[in-house]
């Protein structure tokens, strides 16, 4: 059974939807105000392959991820670009789009816009204030009353006490308690607006996500996920605005992926030391980078350098070496791939594992390996198991030749082709050291030469993160 690390819990628990049928995950997305990084990547491999487990382990799964396409950082930025606010996120959810799929990251089934919803988000926070846990704080703003929650900080495990100890009241504010958040803020000069009981506003980021859930998925949530930093306080904030709006848990697996680092800090845009998506893939290819962001397992942080992202590519090429050649079985054979279907799951079903599963990955390719001289039949159908387990982290989905020989830039392919006829006609003459000569030229030149069975010999590109 699939057991999973509950955030709100602190420990790991049986997985056991409402209905194995109709699994509801949400996940926060992100906010549009500039292109994602690849700390935003980390949140998107991660919980696609989450949903791509689901599915392949037999579950239904209906996955909404938002767009928060209304906040003071999308306000701020329209402002510094002069620009409108709804043509800036059009562009940039454009722009995601194209992020999302150059990455292999399958659309989630509800894309829901904050901005499409604030009529489902004033009519939650009019629940909060007919319950008497929302209040006006005489300037418009509209707060939520945390003393009127009693397990405020349940799930990033903090207690109110320590958390009033580092909260100050500034005395340009109307909140009853420093720790009151806001659900609906007032109109403010030439920013975007909507009608509502408390005057014209727009809503609070939390309730966002609040709202936009609950319209697209049942009560409780199955699954509601998204970086460790959204922890505290915006899925803090949800939990209390939600549990108090309807009596009733509001969701029941919380999961947070680990952060993407540099060196000791997290890749942030306010650090100055993010590296966007769109850069990084002028860079690596995608599977690279999926395999560098999966390698660790999604709850630790990873680190991004050019030595890690090496070593992902070289990891790739020992899975996409192993296919080469193979050719295409049609389909796996089930008895042969059982003791690795079966190791495979063990490891994914541990809150989803994935180091672990990728060392079943290896261990099958040195099953390939072994039996290809001898049962090439035998070889093909693990090597179409390996490409059926490999799919869940959304690698293997190349063709091995134009992966091997596809990375890196400088030198072109009939240059290339040309050379390797000639070192083919220098060994067939016997001309060793006039092959061993072009067989540096193409290494010189990033090109790797590698001899098989008799005299026929192929090639591969050495990574250009390594040039």
């Known amino acids: 059974m699939l057991q999973i690390f509950n955030t709100r819990t602190r420990r790991m628990e049986p997985f056991e939807p409402t209905d194995p049928k109709a699994v509801g995950i949400y996940v926060c997305g992100v906010t549009v105000y500039d292109d994602c990084h690849l700390g935003h990547a980390r949140m998107l491999v991660v919980f696609d392959m989450v949903v791509r487990y689901l599915r392949q382990a037999g579950y239904g799964v209906r996955y909404v991820r938002n767009l928060t396409d209304i906040d003071d950082k999308i306000i701020r930025r329209a402002i510094e670009l002069g620009e409108p606010v709804d ?3 059009r562009r940039l959810i454009d722009r995601f789009h194209e992020d999302q799929k150059a990455l292999g990251i399958a659309p989630p089934d509800v894309e829901p816009c904050a901005t499409e919803h604030i009529e489902a988000m004033i009519r939650l926070i ?13 300037n418009g703003d509209v707060y939520f009353r945390v003393d009127r929650f009693p397990t405020y900080g349940t799930l990033s495990g903090r207690r109110l006490e320590e958390l009033r100890a580092g909260s100050r009241i500034g005395i340009d504010e109307t909140k009853a308690d420093p720790l009151d958040f806001v659900l609906w803020k007032a109109a403010k000069p030439n920013e975007p607006a909507w009608p509502s009981p408390w005057g014209k506003g727009r809503p609070g980021w939390h309730i966002e996500c609040s709202a936009m859930s609950m319209t697209h998925l049942d009560l409780p949530i199955d699954i509601h996920g998204g970086g460790q930093d959204l922890e505290f306080p915006h899925h803090e904030n949800e939990v209390a605005q939600s549990e108090a709006a ?8 919380w999961i947070h992926n680990g952060f993407v680092q540099v060196g000791q800090d997290k890749m942030a845009k306010s650090q100055g030391n993010f590296m966007t998506i769109r850069e990084a893939l002028t860079r690596y290819d995608r599977e690279t980078l999926r395999f560098w962001l999966l390698a660790s397992h999604y709850r630790s942080p990873v680190t991004f350098s050019t030595e890690n992202l090496a070593q992902a590519r070289f990891s790739l090429e020992r899975l996409y070496l192993a296919l080469r050649g193979l050719g295409e079985s049609g389909s796996a054979d089930p008895a042969a791939l059982a003791p690795w279907q079966s190791r ?12 672990d599963a990728l060392a079943v990955l290896f261990d099958l390719v040195r099953e390939i390996n072994r039996v290809r001289t001898g049962d090439l039949e035998r070889a093909r159908h693990l090597g179409q198991g390996l490409r059926e387990l490999a799919r869940v982290f959304g690698f293997l989905e190349s063709d091995p030749e134009a992966f091997l020989k596809g990375v890196g830039g400088g030198v072109a392919d009939d240059w290339i082709e040309e050379r390797m006829r000639e070192r083919q006609q220098a060994r067939e003459a016997g001309q060793y050291a006039e092959a061993d000569r072009i067989r540096q030229q193409l290494l010189d030149a990033g090109i790797l030469v590698e001899d098989g069975p008799g005299k026929q010999a192929r090639w591969r590109r050495r990574p250009s993160i390594l040039s």
Do not use: C, H, K
Not at 126 to 138: H, M, N
Not at 246 to 253: D, I, L, M, S
């Open 87 to 89: 043509r800036l996120t």
């Open 126 to 138: 009019e629940r909060l204030w007919d319950r008497g846990v929302a209040y006006s704080g005489g």
């Open 246 to 253: 309807t009596g009733q848990p509001f969701v029941r697996y």
């Open 344 to 355: 495979f799951a063990i490891a994914m079903d541990d809150d989803f594992n994935t180091p």
